[in-house]
């Protein structure tokens, strides 16, 4: 056993010097940790060093940006001294970033072959769904429009997943502590992901179609809409009409499959291509969508986030807008014209997680009780004709099926996803070594960039 | 015979269910096959919670029977092993004596509809 010194490590940001907080900690002091686990972190900032860049300053839009730390062997943990500063000096960044800077010491078993010194970095960047919603503890803390982590050494470059599901994929991406730390630990090989949460649009495939073919006179006209109707209305809008309003009106002129990212690294600021690969969740697909009666777009917000609108918004939900029937033909070629456009606008892969399609709380002993189509009622039958539609599609689309429906038949339903979405820790583990593996493939034509 | 239908365990979390929508009246013969009631199992219901998990779940006959009475209403919450109906083999079969036995049916978990309470009415 020996104890090391944990060392920052290099970060750079090209024309930027990067100041840092005191170091919070996650752990107790003397805990053991295992190899790649979070303990600590710390917020950061940029600060300009007087060389004029062209373009906009990298991150802007990202009002939180944190660094996390993890050791590269297991061991016990314990805090260097004056690493954490305590009150708003563990907040602000007050600290010029030392790459050789002692934050913690481990007492671990020597690794040949590994740098335990070196901490692994998990860099964390959150853009605000608004500026109000500044929280000062935590990972990633606060209310964001999307968040993401990445980690790379010297000299490697990334391969992204933009997560574009709903709480089947969520859990799975962001893990516990919403901060991709089991990512983290799951993948040493340079990766980032990207998480857009499914407030206050669902991400069905028609939503995602219009948000990459609408253009800016098109959004306008949404927002003209939306302001006539919530003026005239003869209630007078709640708070909660208008905070809904305004996050589906940040959300409607987004289109987060086209995003490209800055990354800091080691080496440098990085500047990525839009994701490599788009996780999407099956169960996103409703059987019913509401599509604007004029204007034509979709909008798809689930039961329990249309309870946060007023009365007002729900009005306007409810007159604006007509309930459009999906059958899973229709799913079917939503899913075609959503991939042909990805693909014609970045190329990305897409990951689509299936749905759990049987369920150990039904006792159908004969299906002549039921009406045809069954897929119109059972949802295991749905389920199973929604996960044979996408093999179909897998067939001729660069579509990975993330297999959730073996996963958990495998691990038992019951046990590990009693509602048939909201999976266990264990399920989200296994879900996690297929997503991985998925981007596997993906690095190879990386390094040819 | 008198026959009861009580609010079964469908999921071993739960502690009751939703009548979501009720297909029979008092009075109606019922086929094999005929839809009774589509229930919703909530089990957050205890307590606001974001992304709710609910299952919906629809009850079918598996034998003909005369539906004699109804205990509940659209909307309403029932505990587990609540008495939600009655039934019996003859429409005018007198309701004094106790069922003899729970009525045998299907229990199959279903897609939300524009029928359902949840996401409605509520």
């Known amino acids: ?449 | 015979m008198i026959y009861g239908f009580r609010l079964p365990t469908i999921n071993p979390h739960m502690s009751g269910a939703r009548i979501e929508c009720i297909y029979a009246e008092p009075g109606n013969a019922l086929k094999i096959g005929s839809k009774l009631f589509d229930l919703g199992v909530d089990l957050s219901s205890a307590f606001a919670q974001e992304c709710p998990p609910i299952s919906f779940f629809r009850v079918v006959l598996r034998e003909p029977v005369f539906l004699r009475k109804l205990n509940v209403a659209r909307g309403q919450l029932c505990e587990l092993g609540e008495l939600v109906a009655l039934f019996s083999n003859e429409a005018d079969e007198s309701l004094s004596a106790a069922p003899v036995r729970d009525i045998r049916l299907t229990v199959a978990g279903i897609i939300h509809h524009d029928g359902l309470w949840t996401g409605n009415v509520a």
């Open chain 1, 1 to 449: 056993m020996i104890e090391l010194p944990l060392r920052l490590g290099p970060l750079c940001a090209d024309g930027y010097n990067i100041s840092r907080s005191g170091i919070r900690w996650l752990i107790q002091p003397g805990q053991y940790c295992r190899a790649n686990q979070i303990f600590a972190y710390c917020n950061i900032s940029l600060e300009p060093t007087g060389i004029r860049m062209s373009g906009p300053p990298p991150f802007a839009e990202e009002m939180e940006l944190q660094v996390a730390f993890a050791a590269r062997a297991a061991g016990r943990i314990l805090g260097g001294a004056g690493a954490e500063r305590g009150g708003y000096l563990s907040i602000r960044s007050v600290d010029v970033w030392d790459a050789g800077a002692v934050i913690a010491y481990i007492e671990a078993e020597a690794e040949p072959d590994v740098d335990l010194e070196r901490l692994r970095l998990l860099m964390l960047a959150g853009r605000r769904m608004t500026g109000l919603a500044d929280v000062h503890t935590g990972l990633l803390p606060g209310w964001h429009g999307r968040t993401r982590g990445w980690w790379c050494d010297e000299g490697e470059m990334p391969v992204s997943l933009l997560s574009l599901g709903i709480c089947d994929a969520t859990g799975v991406v962001i893990g516990e502590q919403c901060a991709f730390v089991e990512m983290f630990e799951a993948a040493t090989a340079p990766t980032q992901m990207v998480f857009v949460p499914d407030h206050p649009l669902a991400p069905a495939t028609p939503v995602l179609l219009d948000q990459l073919e609408r253009k800016p006179a098109q959004f306008q006209a949404i927002a003209t809409d939306m302001h006539r109707f919530l003026s005239d209305s003869t209630l007078a809008p709640t708070a909660d009409d208008w905070m809904v309003s305004g996050a589906l009106l940040s959300v409607l002129q987004r289109s987060p499959i086209q995003d490209s990212y800055s990354l800091l690294t080691p080496s440098g600021t990085v500047r990525t291509e839009p994701a490599d690969a788009v996780l999407l969740s099956l169960s996103s697909e409703p059987q019913s969508i509401l599509r604007h009666k004029s204007l034509g777009y979709h909008v798809q917000i689930l039961r329990h986030h249309q309870a946060a609108a007023g009365p007002v918004f729900r009005a306007w939900l409810g007159s604006a807008f007509e309930t459009v029937k999906r059958s899973i033909d229709d799913i079917h070629s939503d899913y075609l014209r959503l991939l042909d456009a990805m693909q014609a606008a970045t190329g990305a892969r897409a990951l689509v997680i299936n749905r759990m399609s049987t369920s150990g709380y039904e006792d159908i002993s004969s299906y002549s009780l039921f009406d045809a189509p069954m897929s119109g009622t059972l949802s295991s039958i749905a389920a199973k004709e929604l996960n044979l539609m996408l093999h179909d599609i897998a067939e001729h689309r660069d579509l990975v099926i993330i297999d959730v429906d073996a996963i958990a038949a495998d691990l038992g339903g019951a046990e590990h996803l009693p509602d048939g979405i909201h999976q266990s820790g264990p399920i989200q583990a296994a879900l996690r070594v297929e997503i991985l593996h998925a981007l596997e493939d993906l690095r190879p034509k990386m390094q040819l960039k």
